[in-house]
Protein backbone atom coordinates (compact mmCIF):
# COMPACT_ATOMS: atom_id res chain seq x y z
CA UNK A 1 0.00 0.00 0.00
CA UNK A 2 1.27 3.28 -0.86
CA UNK A 3 2.71 5.37 2.25
CA UNK A 4 0.50 7.82 3.75
CA UNK A 5 1.08 11.43 2.12
CA UNK A 6 1.72 14.35 4.40
CA UNK A 7 -1.33 16.03 6.80
CA UNK A 8 -2.12 17.37 9.67
CA UNK A 9 -2.01 15.20 13.05
CA UNK A 10 -4.70 15.22 15.30
CA UNK A 11 -4.25 12.78 17.26
CA UNK A 12 -0.55 11.09 17.95
CA UNK A 13 -0.18 8.02 19.56
CA UNK A 14 3.51 7.58 21.41
CA UNK A 15 4.82 4.26 21.29
CA UNK A 16 7.27 3.83 23.66
CA UNK A 17 8.37 5.05 27.09
CA UNK A 18 10.92 6.67 29.45
CA UNK A 19 12.60 9.77 28.71
CA UNK A 20 11.90 9.83 25.20
CA UNK A 21 8.00 9.17 25.60
CA UNK A 22 8.42 12.42 27.76
CA UNK A 23 10.01 14.13 25.60
CA UNK A 24 7.78 13.41 22.03
CA UNK A 25 4.60 14.49 24.19
CA UNK A 26 5.97 17.30 25.35
CA UNK A 27 6.58 18.31 21.91
CA UNK A 28 3.48 17.09 20.49
CA UNK A 29 1.62 19.11 23.23
CA UNK A 30 3.14 22.46 22.45
CA UNK A 31 1.98 21.57 18.38
CA UNK A 32 -1.57 21.50 19.99
CA UNK A 33 -1.57 17.82 19.11
CA UNK A 34 -3.66 15.44 21.09
CA UNK A 35 -1.25 12.90 22.82
CA UNK A 36 -2.22 9.00 23.90
CA UNK A 37 0.54 7.45 25.97
CA UNK A 38 1.44 3.29 26.60
CA UNK A 39 2.90 2.02 29.23
CA UNK A 40 3.00 -0.95 31.48
CA UNK A 41 2.36 -1.91 35.24
CA UNK A 42 4.72 -0.20 37.62
CA UNK A 43 6.68 1.83 34.53
CA UNK A 44 4.04 4.58 34.30
CA UNK A 45 5.68 8.45 34.84
CA UNK A 46 6.12 8.81 31.17
CA UNK A 47 2.62 8.82 30.64
CA UNK A 48 2.46 12.78 32.54
CA UNK A 49 0.24 15.02 31.11
CA UNK A 50 -0.67 13.13 28.13
CA UNK A 51 -4.55 13.57 27.01
CA UNK A 52 -4.95 10.19 27.24
CA UNK A 53 -2.79 6.62 28.76
CA UNK A 54 -3.75 3.07 27.71
CA UNK A 55 -2.05 0.03 29.35
CA UNK A 56 -0.30 -2.46 27.67
CA UNK A 57 -0.35 -6.36 28.95
CA UNK A 58 3.70 -6.42 29.14
CA UNK A 59 6.75 -5.32 28.04
CA UNK A 60 6.81 -7.63 25.66
CA UNK A 61 4.07 -5.59 23.88
CA UNK A 62 6.39 -2.48 23.18
CA UNK A 63 7.30 -5.13 20.05
CA UNK A 64 4.01 -6.24 19.06
CA UNK A 65 3.19 -4.48 16.01
CA UNK A 66 -0.38 -6.21 15.57
CA UNK A 67 -0.35 -5.27 19.06
CA UNK A 68 0.11 -1.76 18.11
CA UNK A 69 -1.92 -1.61 15.42
CA UNK A 70 -5.29 -2.70 17.24
CA UNK A 71 -4.43 0.43 19.90
CA UNK A 72 -4.14 2.76 17.11
CA UNK A 73 -7.82 1.52 15.89
CA UNK A 74 -9.33 1.12 19.45
CA UNK A 75 -8.57 4.86 20.23
CA UNK A 76 -9.04 6.34 16.58
CA UNK A 77 -5.53 8.03 16.92
CA UNK A 78 -3.83 9.22 12.98
CA UNK A 79 -0.47 9.20 13.62
CA UNK A 80 2.02 7.08 15.81
CA UNK A 81 5.32 8.13 16.87
CA UNK A 82 7.90 5.63 17.72
CA UNK A 83 10.76 7.25 19.24
CA UNK A 84 13.84 5.02 18.99
CA UNK A 85 14.44 1.77 20.17
CA UNK A 86 11.46 -1.23 20.22
CA UNK A 87 9.45 -0.50 16.59
CA UNK A 88 11.58 2.89 15.53
CA UNK A 89 13.06 0.87 12.88
CA UNK A 90 10.26 -1.28 11.94
CA UNK A 91 9.28 -0.97 8.04
CA UNK A 92 6.41 -3.66 8.96
CA UNK A 93 4.81 -1.27 11.39
CA UNK A 94 4.91 1.38 8.64
CA UNK A 95 3.52 -0.66 6.42
CA UNK A 96 0.74 -2.41 9.03
CA UNK A 97 -0.14 1.12 10.22
CA UNK A 98 -0.50 2.56 6.21
CA UNK A 99 -3.20 -0.13 5.94
CA UNK A 100 -5.50 1.49 8.39
CA UNK A 101 -4.80 5.12 7.37
CA UNK A 102 -2.29 5.60 10.34
CA UNK A 103 0.81 7.76 9.96
CA UNK A 104 3.96 6.50 11.44
CA UNK A 105 5.85 9.76 11.89
CA UNK A 106 9.63 8.99 10.21
CA UNK A 107 11.35 8.27 7.31
CA UNK A 108 8.69 5.85 6.29
CA UNK A 109 8.46 2.34 4.74
CA UNK A 110 10.69 2.71 1.80
CA UNK A 111 13.08 4.87 2.93
CA UNK A 112 13.52 2.38 5.88
CA UNK A 113 14.12 -0.61 3.64
CA UNK A 114 16.88 1.86 2.22
CA UNK A 115 18.38 2.63 5.44
CA UNK A 116 17.36 0.40 8.76
CA UNK A 117 19.21 -3.03 7.07
CA UNK A 118 23.23 -2.00 7.64
CA UNK A 119 23.86 -4.41 3.96
CA UNK A 120 21.43 -2.15 2.03
CA UNK A 121 22.82 0.64 3.90
CA UNK A 122 26.25 -0.25 2.92
CA UNK A 123 25.61 -0.56 -0.59
CA UNK A 124 24.03 3.01 -0.71
CA UNK A 125 26.89 4.17 0.08
CA UNK A 126 29.08 2.56 -2.18
CA UNK A 127 26.65 3.85 -4.84
CA UNK A 128 27.44 7.62 -3.63
CA UNK A 129 31.23 6.58 -3.79
CA UNK A 130 31.46 6.97 0.04
CA UNK A 131 34.56 4.93 1.50
CA UNK A 132 33.51 1.84 3.15
CA UNK A 133 35.61 -1.55 4.62
CA UNK A 134 35.91 -4.32 3.55
CA UNK A 135 32.64 -6.31 4.32
CA UNK A 136 30.40 -9.39 3.81
CA UNK A 137 27.92 -8.82 1.13
CA UNK A 138 25.34 -10.65 2.44
CA UNK A 139 24.27 -12.06 5.64
CA UNK A 140 25.05 -15.16 7.74
CA UNK A 141 23.98 -16.88 10.54
CA UNK A 142 27.27 -19.66 10.16
CA UNK A 143 30.55 -18.85 12.41
CA UNK A 144 32.49 -20.86 9.96
CA UNK A 145 31.57 -17.97 6.96
CA UNK A 146 32.82 -15.32 9.77
CA UNK A 147 35.80 -16.86 10.31
CA UNK A 148 36.91 -17.33 6.47
CA UNK A 149 35.93 -13.33 5.80
CA UNK A 150 38.57 -13.06 9.16
CA UNK A 151 41.22 -15.53 7.43
CA UNK A 152 40.99 -13.56 4.04
CA UNK A 153 41.06 -9.74 5.32
CA UNK A 154 42.84 -10.23 8.66
CA UNK A 155 42.11 -8.88 12.06
CA UNK A 156 40.52 -6.98 13.87
CA UNK A 157 37.41 -7.63 12.74
CA UNK A 158 33.56 -6.16 13.80
CA UNK A 159 30.59 -8.24 13.92
CA UNK A 160 27.65 -6.86 13.58
CA UNK A 161 23.84 -7.98 13.50
CA UNK A 162 22.04 -7.09 10.39
CA UNK A 163 18.90 -5.63 12.75
CA UNK A 164 20.78 -4.57 15.64
CA UNK A 165 20.64 -1.72 17.65
CA UNK A 166 21.63 0.15 21.00
CA UNK A 167 24.99 -1.66 21.27
CA UNK A 168 23.15 -5.10 20.57
CA UNK A 169 24.81 -7.35 18.01
CA UNK A 170 28.16 -5.72 18.14
CA UNK A 171 31.42 -7.67 18.65
CA UNK A 172 34.90 -6.63 17.76
CA UNK A 173 37.34 -9.65 17.47
CA UNK A 174 40.73 -8.96 18.01
CA UNK A 175 42.02 -12.98 18.15
CA UNK A 176 40.71 -16.04 16.19
CA UNK A 177 40.20 -18.27 19.31
CA UNK A 178 37.10 -15.75 20.34
CA UNK A 179 35.80 -15.31 16.96
CA UNK A 180 33.60 -18.51 17.77
CA UNK A 181 31.92 -17.03 21.33
CA UNK A 182 32.08 -13.90 19.86
CA UNK A 183 29.89 -14.11 16.46
CA UNK A 184 27.71 -16.87 18.69
CA UNK A 185 26.50 -14.35 20.66
CA UNK A 186 25.99 -11.49 18.19
CA UNK A 187 23.89 -13.94 16.20
CA UNK A 188 21.91 -14.72 19.20
CA UNK A 189 21.09 -10.52 20.26
CA UNK A 190 20.21 -10.30 16.27
CA UNK A 191 15.98 -10.86 15.85
CA UNK A 192 16.83 -12.28 12.72
CA UNK A 193 19.53 -14.39 13.51
CA UNK A 194 21.90 -12.93 10.80
CA UNK A 195 25.15 -10.83 11.09
CA UNK A 196 27.70 -9.24 8.81
CA UNK A 197 31.46 -8.85 9.17
CA UNK A 198 33.67 -6.17 8.35
CA UNK A 199 37.23 -4.97 8.72
CA UNK A 200 37.61 -2.66 11.94
CA UNK A 201 38.93 0.20 11.80
CA UNK A 202 39.47 1.30 15.86
CA UNK A 203 42.59 2.47 16.96
CA UNK A 204 43.14 6.55 16.22
CA UNK A 205 39.48 6.68 14.77
CA UNK A 206 36.56 8.38 16.29
CA UNK A 207 32.97 7.92 16.06
CA UNK A 208 31.21 10.95 14.38
CA UNK A 209 27.57 11.29 13.08
CA UNK A 210 25.76 13.46 11.17
CA UNK A 211 21.92 14.75 11.83
CA UNK A 212 20.43 14.79 8.27
CA UNK A 213 17.38 16.06 8.03
CA UNK A 214 14.53 15.85 4.53
CA UNK A 215 11.47 16.44 3.47
CA UNK A 216 11.09 13.56 1.08
CA UNK A 217 10.46 15.25 -2.06
CA UNK A 218 14.28 15.84 -1.95
CA UNK A 219 15.19 18.49 -0.16
CA UNK A 220 17.73 18.11 2.03
CA UNK A 221 19.26 19.42 5.28
CA UNK A 222 22.00 18.50 7.50
CA UNK A 223 22.51 20.34 11.16
CA UNK A 224 26.04 19.50 11.75
CA UNK A 225 27.50 16.29 13.32
CA UNK A 226 28.12 14.96 16.90
CA UNK A 227 30.87 12.70 18.18
CA UNK A 228 30.16 9.52 20.55
CA UNK A 229 33.66 7.89 20.51
CA UNK A 230 33.09 7.37 24.46
CA UNK A 231 31.39 4.18 24.61
CA UNK A 232 30.91 0.78 26.33
CA UNK A 233 30.05 -2.38 25.10
CA UNK A 234 29.45 -0.17 21.45
CA UNK A 235 26.73 2.05 23.82
CA UNK A 236 27.43 5.78 23.62
CA UNK A 237 27.84 7.42 27.22
CA UNK A 238 29.24 10.53 26.62
CA UNK A 239 28.41 12.66 23.40
CA UNK A 240 29.14 15.94 22.31
CA UNK A 241 28.70 18.74 19.37
CA UNK A 242 30.31 19.35 16.96
CA UNK A 243 33.14 17.49 16.60
CA UNK A 244 36.21 18.37 18.61
CA UNK A 245 38.36 17.93 15.36
CA UNK A 246 39.67 21.48 15.14
CA UNK A 247 40.74 21.44 11.48
CA UNK A 248 36.93 21.68 10.02
CA UNK A 249 38.01 21.39 6.61
CA UNK A 250 38.69 17.54 7.08
CA UNK A 251 35.13 17.05 8.78
CA UNK A 252 33.22 18.51 5.48
CA UNK A 253 33.66 15.87 3.23
CA UNK A 254 32.02 13.45 6.63
CA UNK A 255 29.48 16.01 6.28
CA UNK A 256 28.98 16.20 2.34
CA UNK A 257 29.18 12.27 2.19
CA UNK A 258 25.89 12.12 4.82
CA UNK A 259 23.63 14.86 2.49
CA UNK A 260 24.49 13.30 -0.71
CA UNK A 261 23.14 9.81 0.94
CA UNK A 262 20.42 11.32 2.28
CA UNK A 263 19.35 12.93 -1.06
CA UNK A 264 19.83 10.13 -3.34
CA UNK A 265 17.01 8.52 -1.87
CA UNK A 266 14.90 11.36 -1.21
CA UNK A 267 15.12 11.12 2.99
CA UNK A 268 12.35 11.95 4.51
CA UNK A 269 12.26 13.02 8.11
CA UNK A 270 15.48 12.92 10.66
CA UNK A 271 18.31 10.37 10.06
CA UNK A 272 21.57 9.95 11.92
CA UNK A 273 24.61 8.77 8.93
CA UNK A 274 27.39 7.50 11.08
CA UNK A 275 31.22 7.24 10.34
CA UNK A 276 34.26 6.41 11.46
CA UNK A 277 36.61 9.59 10.76
CA UNK A 278 40.52 9.42 12.04
CA UNK A 279 41.24 13.24 12.53
CA UNK A 280 44.83 12.71 11.90
CA UNK A 281 44.77 10.98 8.60
CA UNK A 282 41.94 12.32 7.48
CA UNK A 283 40.38 9.50 6.28
CA UNK A 284 36.58 8.12 7.19
CA UNK A 285 34.71 5.16 6.19
CA UNK A 286 30.80 4.90 6.58
CA UNK A 287 29.63 3.08 9.49
CA UNK A 288 25.62 2.24 9.00
CA UNK A 289 22.62 5.01 9.40
CA UNK A 290 19.90 5.18 11.88
CA UNK A 291 16.49 6.24 10.57
CA UNK A 292 14.77 7.83 13.23
CA UNK A 293 14.88 10.20 16.59
CA UNK A 294 18.41 9.55 17.64
CA UNK A 295 18.80 9.33 22.00
CA UNK A 296 21.45 12.01 21.76
CA UNK A 297 19.54 14.71 19.22
CA UNK A 298 19.39 16.71 22.29
CA UNK A 299 23.02 17.80 21.82
CA UNK A 300 22.11 19.06 18.24
CA UNK A 301 19.10 20.75 19.39
CA UNK A 302 21.49 22.76 21.90
CA UNK A 303 23.72 24.39 19.28
CA UNK A 304 21.23 24.86 16.58
CA UNK A 305 18.53 26.08 19.02
CA UNK A 306 16.01 23.78 17.31
CA UNK A 307 13.31 21.42 18.50
CA UNK A 308 14.07 18.60 16.29
CA UNK A 309 11.03 16.18 17.64
CA UNK A 310 9.02 19.75 16.73
CA UNK A 311 10.20 20.15 13.43
CA UNK A 312 9.86 16.22 12.66
CA UNK A 313 6.36 16.49 13.47
CA UNK A 314 5.76 19.59 11.46
CA UNK A 315 7.41 17.96 8.33
CA UNK A 316 5.39 15.06 8.73
CA UNK A 317 2.39 17.41 8.66
CA UNK A 318 3.26 18.99 5.24
CA UNK A 319 5.34 21.75 6.27
CA UNK A 320 8.33 23.17 4.44
CA UNK A 321 12.19 24.09 5.73
CA UNK A 322 10.87 27.54 5.50
CA UNK A 323 8.09 26.59 7.40
CA UNK A 324 9.49 24.29 10.10
CA UNK A 325 11.83 27.56 10.58
CA UNK A 326 15.14 25.94 9.56
CA UNK A 327 16.42 28.41 6.53
CA UNK A 328 18.32 30.37 8.70
CA UNK A 329 20.53 27.84 9.39
CA UNK A 330 23.81 27.79 7.25
CA UNK A 331 24.53 24.85 5.68
CA UNK A 332 28.46 25.43 5.32
CA UNK A 333 30.00 22.52 7.21
CA UNK A 334 33.31 24.32 7.64
CA UNK A 335 31.45 26.82 9.88
CA UNK A 336 29.42 24.59 12.53
CA UNK A 337 27.28 27.27 15.20
CA UNK A 338 29.29 28.96 17.60
CA UNK A 339 28.65 26.18 20.64
CA UNK A 340 29.47 23.09 22.38
CA UNK A 341 27.26 21.02 23.76
CA UNK A 342 27.81 17.54 26.50
CA UNK A 343 25.45 14.95 26.63
CA UNK A 344 25.68 12.52 29.57
CA UNK A 345 23.74 9.32 29.75
CA UNK A 346 22.97 8.40 33.51
CA UNK A 347 22.45 4.93 33.86
CA UNK A 348 21.27 2.27 36.26
CA UNK A 349 24.52 0.61 35.87
CA UNK A 350 27.26 -0.48 38.45
CA UNK A 351 30.73 -0.10 36.67
CA UNK A 352 32.66 -1.60 39.59
CA UNK A 353 30.48 -4.61 38.89
CA UNK A 354 31.05 -4.78 35.14
CA UNK A 355 28.19 -2.54 34.24
CA UNK A 356 25.74 -4.67 35.90
CA UNK A 357 22.21 -3.71 36.07
CA UNK A 358 20.97 -2.49 39.31
CA UNK A 359 17.63 -3.49 39.99
CA UNK A 360 15.26 -2.29 42.19
CA UNK A 361 12.96 1.00 43.70
CA UNK A 362 14.68 4.70 43.00
CA UNK A 363 14.21 6.37 46.44
CA UNK A 364 15.14 9.89 45.51
CA UNK A 365 16.86 12.03 43.02
CA UNK A 366 18.03 15.40 42.58
CA UNK A 367 19.04 16.96 39.30
CA UNK A 368 20.94 19.92 38.58
CA UNK A 369 19.52 23.19 37.15
CA UNK A 370 20.86 26.83 35.86
CA UNK A 371 21.92 28.33 32.69
CA UNK A 372 22.94 25.93 29.95
CA UNK A 373 21.64 22.56 32.17
CA UNK A 374 18.70 20.81 30.40
CA UNK A 375 17.52 17.47 31.96
CA UNK A 376 15.94 14.75 30.10
CA UNK A 377 13.86 11.98 31.95
CA UNK A 378 10.96 10.36 32.74
CA UNK A 379 11.11 10.87 36.72
CA UNK A 380 8.54 12.38 38.62
CA UNK A 381 8.62 13.80 42.03
CA UNK A 382 6.05 11.51 44.07
CA UNK A 383 6.03 9.00 41.69
CA UNK A 384 7.79 5.45 42.21
CA UNK A 385 10.32 4.38 39.84
CA UNK A 386 11.20 0.84 39.98
CA UNK A 387 14.26 -0.36 37.70
CA UNK A 388 13.79 -3.85 36.34
CA UNK A 389 15.54 -5.92 33.34
CA UNK A 390 12.83 -5.04 30.97
CA UNK A 391 13.91 -2.03 29.75
CA UNK A 392 17.26 0.04 28.55
CA UNK A 393 19.11 1.65 31.82
CA UNK A 394 18.90 4.94 31.17
CA UNK A 395 17.65 7.29 33.46
CA UNK A 396 18.08 10.76 32.82
CA UNK A 397 20.15 12.61 30.25
CA UNK A 398 21.98 15.41 31.41
CA UNK A 399 22.66 18.15 28.37
CA UNK A 400 24.97 21.47 29.11
CA UNK A 401 25.87 23.73 26.60
CA UNK A 402 28.03 26.42 26.56
CA UNK A 403 29.77 29.13 24.06
CA UNK A 404 33.29 27.54 24.42
CA UNK A 405 34.46 23.73 24.95
CA UNK A 406 36.14 24.53 28.16
CA UNK A 407 32.80 26.10 29.70
CA UNK A 408 30.82 23.82 28.61
CA UNK A 409 33.38 21.50 30.25
CA UNK A 410 33.12 22.92 33.84
CA UNK A 411 29.37 23.35 33.26
CA UNK A 412 29.71 19.57 32.81
CA UNK A 413 31.99 18.80 36.20
CA UNK A 414 29.65 20.91 38.10
CA UNK A 415 26.52 19.61 36.62
CA UNK A 416 27.23 15.83 38.13
CA UNK A 417 28.75 17.40 41.67
CA UNK A 418 24.90 18.22 41.99
CA UNK A 419 23.37 15.47 40.83
CA UNK A 420 22.11 12.01 43.37
CA UNK A 421 20.04 9.46 42.83
CA UNK A 422 19.42 7.12 45.91
CA UNK A 423 17.79 3.50 46.16
CA UNK A 424 20.18 1.98 43.13
CA UNK A 425 23.77 2.22 42.01
CA UNK A 426 24.20 4.59 38.44
CA UNK A 427 27.44 5.31 36.54
CA UNK A 428 27.29 8.94 37.98
CA UNK A 429 31.05 8.32 39.80
CA UNK A 430 32.29 7.17 36.55
CA UNK A 431 30.39 10.20 34.55
CA UNK A 432 32.56 12.58 37.16
CA UNK A 433 35.97 10.89 36.67
CA UNK A 434 35.10 11.09 32.52
CA UNK A 435 34.41 14.86 32.28
CA UNK A 436 37.30 15.69 34.75
CA UNK A 437 39.98 13.11 33.17
CA UNK A 438 42.55 15.45 30.94
CA UNK A 439 41.90 13.85 27.79
CA UNK A 440 38.64 14.82 27.76
CA UNK A 441 39.20 18.44 28.99
CA UNK A 442 41.46 18.56 25.91
CA UNK A 443 38.89 16.32 23.52
CA UNK A 444 41.28 14.23 22.74
CA UNK A 445 38.89 10.76 23.21
CA UNK A 446 38.63 7.97 20.32
CA UNK A 447 36.49 4.91 20.15
CA UNK A 448 39.15 2.90 22.24
CA UNK A 449 39.29 5.54 24.83
CA UNK A 450 36.80 4.55 27.45
CA UNK A 451 37.92 0.34 27.55
CA UNK A 452 41.87 1.69 27.37
CA UNK A 453 41.11 4.04 30.22
CA UNK A 454 38.82 2.22 32.42
CA UNK A 455 40.68 1.07 35.27
CA UNK A 456 42.25 4.27 36.09
CA UNK A 457 38.71 6.30 35.49
CA UNK A 458 37.76 3.46 37.87
CA UNK A 459 40.30 4.71 40.27
CA UNK A 460 39.50 8.40 39.72
CA UNK A 461 36.03 7.74 40.60
CA UNK A 462 36.76 6.23 43.70
CA UNK A 463 38.86 8.90 44.66
CA UNK A 464 35.80 11.30 43.46
CA UNK A 465 33.82 9.98 46.02
CA UNK A 466 36.31 9.69 48.88
CA UNK A 467 36.54 13.83 48.73
CA UNK A 468 32.97 14.23 48.25
CA UNK A 469 31.31 16.21 51.23
CA UNK A 470 28.04 16.89 52.45
CA UNK A 471 26.37 19.13 49.88
CA UNK A 472 24.00 20.59 53.01
CA UNK A 473 26.79 20.99 55.46
CA UNK A 474 25.26 18.42 57.80
CA UNK A 475 22.37 20.99 58.47
CA UNK A 476 19.92 18.31 57.42
CA UNK A 477 19.19 14.55 58.29
CA UNK A 478 18.55 12.61 54.86
CA UNK A 479 17.86 8.67 55.03
CA UNK A 480 20.32 6.87 53.37
CA UNK A 481 19.42 4.26 50.99
CA UNK A 482 20.39 1.64 53.09
CA UNK A 483 17.65 2.57 55.85
CA UNK A 484 15.20 3.33 52.69
CA UNK A 485 15.20 -0.11 51.06
CA UNK A 486 18.71 0.83 48.92
CA UNK A 487 19.66 -1.31 45.70
CA UNK A 488 18.62 -4.55 45.21
CA UNK A 489 21.58 -6.26 43.96
CA UNK A 490 19.31 -9.27 42.30
CA UNK A 491 16.17 -9.61 41.22
CA UNK A 492 13.06 -9.72 43.65
CA UNK A 493 11.74 -12.39 45.42
CA UNK A 494 9.66 -14.22 41.87
CA UNK A 495 6.09 -15.17 43.32
CA UNK A 496 4.27 -16.72 40.21
CA UNK A 497 0.78 -17.33 39.29
CA UNK A 498 -0.38 -20.51 41.08
CA UNK A 499 2.30 -20.73 43.75
CA UNK A 500 1.12 -22.69 46.78
CA UNK A 501 1.46 -23.27 50.60
CA UNK A 502 0.28 -25.52 53.02
CA UNK A 503 0.44 -23.59 56.52
CA UNK A 504 -0.09 -25.26 59.80
CA UNK A 505 -1.05 -22.50 62.58
CA UNK A 506 0.27 -24.60 66.00
CA UNK A 507 -1.01 -22.46 69.15
CA UNK A 508 1.95 -21.84 71.45
CA UNK A 509 -0.58 -21.37 74.65
CA UNK A 510 -4.29 -22.37 75.81
CA UNK A 511 -5.98 -25.36 74.52
CA UNK A 512 -6.71 -24.08 70.40
CA UNK A 513 -5.97 -26.66 68.45
CA UNK A 514 -3.93 -26.80 65.52
CA UNK A 515 -5.59 -25.47 62.18
CA UNK A 516 -4.28 -25.93 58.93
CA UNK A 517 -4.74 -23.47 55.65
CA UNK A 518 -4.27 -23.50 52.12
CA UNK A 519 -2.99 -20.64 50.24
CA UNK A 520 -2.65 -20.34 46.52
CA UNK A 521 -2.23 -17.48 44.40
CA UNK A 522 -4.67 -17.02 41.36
CA UNK A 523 -2.92 -13.71 39.75
CA UNK A 524 0.44 -11.87 41.00
CA UNK A 525 -0.75 -8.13 40.15
CA UNK A 526 2.53 -6.42 41.57
CA UNK A 527 5.64 -7.73 42.48
CA UNK A 528 7.89 -5.01 43.92
CA UNK A 529 8.56 -7.20 47.09
CA UNK A 530 9.46 -6.50 49.48
CA UNK A 531 8.75 -2.52 49.46
CA UNK A 532 5.17 -3.81 47.84
CA UNK A 533 3.13 -6.76 46.92
CA UNK A 534 -0.33 -7.21 45.41
CA UNK A 535 -2.42 -10.63 44.06
CA UNK A 536 -5.25 -12.02 44.13
CA UNK A 537 -5.96 -15.83 46.44
CA UNK A 538 -7.34 -18.57 46.65
CA UNK A 539 -7.61 -19.17 50.78
CA UNK A 540 -9.20 -22.68 52.42
CA UNK A 541 -8.95 -23.76 56.17
CA UNK A 542 -9.41 -27.27 55.88
CA UNK A 543 -12.76 -28.72 56.91
CA UNK A 544 -14.12 -25.32 55.87
CA UNK A 545 -15.92 -25.89 52.92
CA UNK A 546 -15.20 -24.10 50.13
CA UNK A 547 -12.42 -21.39 49.18
CA UNK A 548 -12.32 -17.82 49.75
CA UNK A 549 -11.09 -15.41 47.66
CA UNK A 550 -9.20 -11.93 48.36
CA UNK A 551 -6.78 -9.46 46.92
CA UNK A 552 -3.87 -8.81 49.14
CA UNK A 553 -1.67 -5.54 49.04
CA UNK A 554 1.26 -5.04 50.92
CA UNK A 555 3.08 -1.89 51.40
CA UNK A 556 5.93 -2.96 53.10
CA UNK A 557 7.87 -4.97 55.14
CA UNK A 558 11.12 -5.35 57.57
CA UNK A 559 12.44 -8.31 55.70
CA UNK A 560 16.10 -8.62 55.49
CA UNK A 561 18.09 -8.25 52.92
CA UNK A 562 18.90 -11.75 52.62
CA UNK A 563 15.40 -12.40 51.13
CA UNK A 564 16.06 -10.64 47.98
CA UNK A 565 18.13 -12.98 46.91
CA UNK A 566 16.93 -15.61 44.62
CA UNK A 567 16.02 -19.02 45.31
CA UNK A 568 19.53 -20.68 43.97
CA UNK A 569 22.56 -20.63 46.26
CA UNK A 570 25.02 -17.49 46.59
CA UNK A 571 28.51 -17.70 45.49
CA UNK A 572 30.98 -17.38 47.99
CA UNK A 573 33.46 -14.64 46.62
CA UNK A 574 36.35 -15.96 49.12
CA UNK A 575 36.13 -18.99 47.55
CA UNK A 576 37.92 -19.50 44.40
CA UNK A 577 36.11 -22.31 43.23
CA UNK A 578 33.03 -20.60 42.65
CA UNK A 579 32.03 -19.13 39.38
CA UNK A 580 29.52 -15.75 40.69
CA UNK A 581 27.26 -14.06 38.39
CA UNK A 582 28.33 -10.52 38.43
CA UNK A 583 24.96 -9.28 36.85
CA UNK A 584 21.18 -10.15 37.35
CA UNK A 585 19.48 -10.54 33.99
CA UNK A 586 17.70 -13.85 32.48
CA UNK A 587 20.08 -16.89 32.12
CA UNK A 588 20.29 -17.87 27.89
CA UNK A 589 22.15 -20.92 28.94
CA UNK A 590 24.62 -23.34 30.60
CA UNK A 591 27.34 -24.44 28.07
CA UNK A 592 28.92 -26.65 30.54
CA UNK A 593 27.89 -30.07 32.29
CA UNK A 594 29.33 -31.48 35.66
CA UNK A 595 32.47 -33.48 34.71
CA UNK A 596 33.64 -31.12 32.51
CA UNK A 597 36.90 -29.61 31.73
CA UNK A 598 37.45 -26.04 31.09
CA UNK A 599 40.38 -23.94 30.57
CA UNK A 600 41.04 -20.25 32.01
CA UNK A 601 38.47 -17.75 30.47
CA UNK A 602 36.41 -20.28 29.11
CA UNK A 603 32.97 -19.61 29.13
CA UNK A 604 30.30 -21.37 31.84
CA UNK A 605 27.01 -19.55 30.59
CA UNK A 606 25.38 -17.06 29.27
CA UNK A 607 23.22 -13.94 30.39
CA UNK A 608 21.24 -11.70 28.92
CA UNK A 609 20.97 -8.24 29.72
CA UNK A 610 18.91 -5.53 28.63
CA UNK A 611 18.60 -7.72 25.30
CA UNK A 612 22.77 -8.11 25.51
CA UNK A 613 23.90 -11.24 25.90
CA UNK A 614 26.93 -11.73 28.56
CA UNK A 615 29.40 -14.69 28.65
CA UNK A 616 30.13 -15.46 32.44
CA UNK A 617 33.99 -17.17 32.48
CA UNK A 618 35.34 -19.05 34.54
CA UNK A 619 38.54 -17.21 36.43
CA UNK A 620 40.93 -20.35 36.26
CA UNK A 621 41.35 -23.97 34.52
CA UNK A 622 39.68 -27.10 36.26
CA UNK A 623 37.36 -29.51 36.60
CA UNK A 624 33.23 -28.60 36.52
CA UNK A 625 31.72 -30.63 39.88
CA UNK A 626 28.82 -28.60 40.17
CA UNK A 627 26.54 -26.19 37.91
CA UNK A 628 23.46 -24.31 38.79
CA UNK A 629 20.03 -25.83 38.62
CA UNK A 630 18.43 -22.28 37.14
CA UNK A 631 16.46 -23.14 33.68
CA UNK A 632 17.14 -20.79 30.97
CA UNK A 633 14.99 -17.85 30.51
CA UNK A 634 14.72 -17.93 34.49
CA UNK A 635 15.47 -14.96 36.62
CA UNK A 636 18.59 -14.84 37.32
CA UNK A 637 20.48 -12.47 40.70
CA UNK A 638 24.05 -11.32 40.73
CA UNK A 639 25.71 -12.93 43.25
CA UNK A 640 24.01 -15.99 42.18
CA UNK A 641 26.13 -19.25 42.10
CA UNK A 642 26.46 -20.44 38.57
CA UNK A 643 29.07 -23.17 38.75
CA UNK A 644 31.89 -24.55 41.10
CA UNK A 645 35.31 -25.45 39.20
CA UNK A 646 37.61 -27.45 40.97
CA UNK A 647 41.33 -27.98 40.19
CA UNK A 648 41.55 -30.90 37.78
CA UNK A 649 43.70 -33.37 40.24
CA UNK A 650 41.08 -32.39 43.64
CA UNK A 651 37.88 -32.79 41.30
CA UNK A 652 39.56 -36.48 41.26
CA UNK A 653 40.09 -37.44 44.58
Not at 44 to 55: D, E, K, L, W
Not at 106 to 135: F, H, I, M, Q, Y
Not at 444 to 472: F, G, M
Request: include cysteine.
Amino acid sequence: MAPIAPRPIKRLLVINRGEIATRILSSARELGIDTVAVYTENDVSHTYNARQAVQLSSPASYMDVAGMVDVAKKYSVDAVHPGYGFLSESADLAAQMAEIGVMVVGPGAENLSRTGDKLSARRLAEECNVPVLPAFTRPTGKVEEVRKFAEENGLPVMIKAVDGGGGRGIRLVRNMDDLKSLTTRAIEESPSKQVFAERAAVDGFRHVEVQIIGDGKGNVMHLWERECSIQRRYQKIVELAPSMTVDRTKVAPVIESAVAMAKKVRYASLGTFEFLFNPKTSEYFFLEINPRLQVEHTITESICSVDIVKTQLRIAQGASFEEAGLTDLSQDPVQPPKAFSIQLRITAEDPEKAYSLSIGKIQSFRFPSGNGIRVDTHLVADVPAVISTDFDSVIAKLILTARTWQDVVIKAQRALQDTSIKGIATNLALLRAIVNHPDFEAGACDTQWLEAKHDELLKRSQDIASKTKDPLHGLVNTQSASQSGGALSGASTMFRKDDAWSITLTPTSGDATTQKHHLQLTKVLKNDFPTSFAAELSYTIQGAGEAQTFRMDMESTRASGSTLNSQHPQGDKGNRDHVILPISGKLVEVLVDVGDVVAKDEAICVVKQMKMEIEIRAHKAGTVVWVTEAEDEEDVAEGMLAAVVEDEARAKL
